[in-house]
């Protein structure tokens, strides 16, 4: 199993950046890809970006594609997602999440362990 925790969240004005962070330990060989998601208030998790643990492949939605950059750090065993250009409707709860095994990426089904969890929040 791999533990992992996020920081990083807080609140921001709409336009503007936020950097969060997901670090893993425990187990980290077994790791194939790192996502993250998010929830809404009232609204399913969605996938947001997920790399390679490697680094060598990305991945985002359509919804942050442009605006979200996600990275990697294995000498640390961090993850990060950049968050620019932040808007209202990008607020919710963010996860990040490993994948043990092979499949697709951007499916929730195939991470198998999860961290707590950061807030995001975009005034308007």
């Known amino acids: 199993q791999v533990q992992l925790v996020e920081s990083g969240g807080g609140l921001v004005q709409a336009g503007g950046s936020l950097r969060v962070s997901c670090a893993a330990s425990?187990?980290?060989?077994?790791?194939?890809?790192m996502g993250w998601f998010r929830q809404a208030p009232g609204k399913v998790r969605e996938f947001v970006a997920a790399?390679?643990?490697?680094?060598?492949?990305?991945y985002y939605a359509d919804s942050v594609k442009g605006r979200f950059t996600i990275s990697r750090d294995n000498a640390k065993k961090t993850v990060y997602l950049q968050m620019n250009s932040l808007k209202p409707e990008d607020t919710a709860v963010y996860y990040c999440?490993?994948?043990?095994?092979?499949?697709?990426?951007?499916?929730?089904?195939?991470?198998?362990?999860w961290g707590q969890g950061t807030q995001v929040t975009v005034s308007s």
């Open positions: 425990e187990g980290t060989f077994s790791i194939h890809a």
């Open positions: 999440a490993a994948q043990r095994g092979f499949g697709n990426s951007l499916d929730i089904g195939v991470y198998n362990d």
């Open positions: 790399i390679s643990w490697s680094g060598d492949s990305t």
